[in-house]
């Protein structure tokens, strides 16, 4: 059973009823911080994280891939291994016997997806290609090339990202995707281009978020495309199947100079401008949007600053989650706003915030020098330029990686035990 904490109340500065009534409640409780928490040793150091809803992965420096968390489908990627989730970073069994060089790691919903740096080949595990007739889903601990046909094997990405569809760059800048494990109602998907209404491929693709129900891709111009079956604006003023490009502010030009994008489930979709300016827009229950209140917007708005003060600059990443988002600024500050009910924010609290608010490792200590950071479902966690990985919030699953059995929530980010 999968605990997920809700709060009915979204206003900003809220909490839990339960929690804040009964802080000693068993599903509720939090730990005290010590110094134990602060400064434990990581023997591993990683280059790159990602998350999915309950399942973390890392890359190692020595080009191993470890996870921890949920482990539907063999999402874990471990040989024998039936358990349900594992709070303990542990190396993928694939990758104990095999040379390999992951880059691009993308962990999506019991699928999870890398290219190999060597040969420019995309490898997927967990839900598998080899699914049954009757299903379409079978489970695979051990990651599977992609076909691109009946006669050959995708090799020419440089990038990929898994959701509810996979979709990866080729070296030509051109974006494939297909359905997660390739196999559903008996029938084999291979990729396909993504194309626009008209018919044309879109084309000169550098980046691509494709989780949930919604995938949004960046050109090489600096415009943004958005296209699925979300529930919310795609920032496009209409819904659509296939790419359409993202409009300003004001509805009525372009979004310009957009460097990446993140999406999550068709909900909300955050985009960084070369400038460091960060935009976000559709689906705002929880704030995450960061203009200061918790409705919805058809088009992209400013994230505002820390205490409300101005707007977020210098930002040179962008995660989003179910009901919170977080960035990391060039000077390597992080910043997480919307829904704190699982204490997502990384602040101690459990106070939902509207406006950015900066990620702490204790009460009176900041996290700093990060590099990257990833929304889960209820969870987060970040890599800093030392290569340690930090995560914080929910623990249903064992996603922030404290290899205990308790699997109770973290209030601060707290440094993963990878040995």
């Given amino acids: 059973m999968i605990l997920l904490l809700t709060n009915c109340n979204s206003n900003e500065n809220s909490v839990n009823s339960e929690s804040a009534s009964n802080p000693s409640s068993t599903s509720h409780s939090i730990p005290p911080k010590t110094n134990s928490d ?25 080009d191993k891939i470890l996870c921890w968390g949920q482990n539907l489908y063999g999402s874990l990627g471990r040989e024998g291994f039936e358990q349900y989730s594992s709070s303990t970073p542990e190396i993928t069994s694939y990758f104990k016997n095999k040379v390999l060089k992951p880059t691009s790691l993308s962990v999506g919903d019991g699928h999870n997806c890398f290219v190999d740096g060597l040969s420019n080949k995309p490898y997927c595990w967990g839900i598998s290609a080899k699914g049954s007739s009757s299903t379409g889903l079978h489970s695979s601990f051990e990651p599977q090339e992609i076909l691109l046909n009946d006669q050959s094997i995708f090799a020419k990405a440089t990038s990929v990202s898994s959701g509810n569809d996979v979709c990866s760059i080729t070296l030509d800048k051109k974006l494939y995707c297909w359905k997660r494990g390739q196999f559903y109602d008996g029938e084999l998907k291979h990729p396909a281009q993504a194309v626009m209404s008209e018919g044309a491929p879109l084309s000169n693709i550098v980046q691509i978020s494709a989780t949930g129900r919604t995938k949004c ?28 490009k993202v409009l300003d502010p004001q509805g009525e030009q372009y979004l310009s100079n957009v460097a990446s994008i993140s999406t999550n489930d068709g909900r909300t979709i955050c985009a960084v401008t070369f400038n460091g ?25 400013r994230v505002i600053g ?20 977080c960035a990391v600024t060039k000077d390597g500050k992080a910043y997480c706003w919307g829904n704190n009910i ?15 608010k900066r990620v702490k490792t204790s ?5 700093e ?3 990257k950071i990833v929304v889960g479902t209820q969870h987060t966690c970040a890599i800093d330029i030392a290569g340690d990985i930090y995560c914080w919030g929910m ?6 990686g404290q290899r205990n059995v308790t699997y109770t929530p973290v209030p601060y980010a707290t440094k993963v035990e990878a040995h």
Wanted: glycine share 14%.
């Fill in 38 to 62: 602060t400064n434990k040793v990581s023997k591993i150091k990683f280059k790159d994280v990602s998350s999915g809803p309950f399942t973390v992965c890392g890359i190692s420096m020595d």
């Fill in 217 to 244: 891709a960046v050109t090489s111009e600096g415009y943004a495309y958005c296209w699925g079956n979300g529930v919310y604006p795609l920032g496009t003023r209409k819904k659509s199947s296939q790419p359409l």
């Fill in 277 to 301: 300016s960060l935009y976000c827009w559709g689906g705002n229950h929880g704030g995450q949007i960061g203009n200061g209140t918790n409705e919805g917007t058809d088009f992209p708005v």
């Fill in 306 to 325: 820390q205490n409300r003060s101005g707007f977020l600059e210098n930002v040179k990443q962008v995660s989003v989650g179910e009901s919170v988002a």
């Fill in 342 to 356: 699982a204490w997502s924010l990384g602040d101690g609290t459990q106070l939902n915030s509207f406006s950015p």
């Fill in 363 to 367: 009460s009176s200590s900041y996290l």
């Fill in 369 to 371: 020098n990060v590099q």
């Fill in 395 to 400: 623990n249903s699953s064992g996603q922030l």
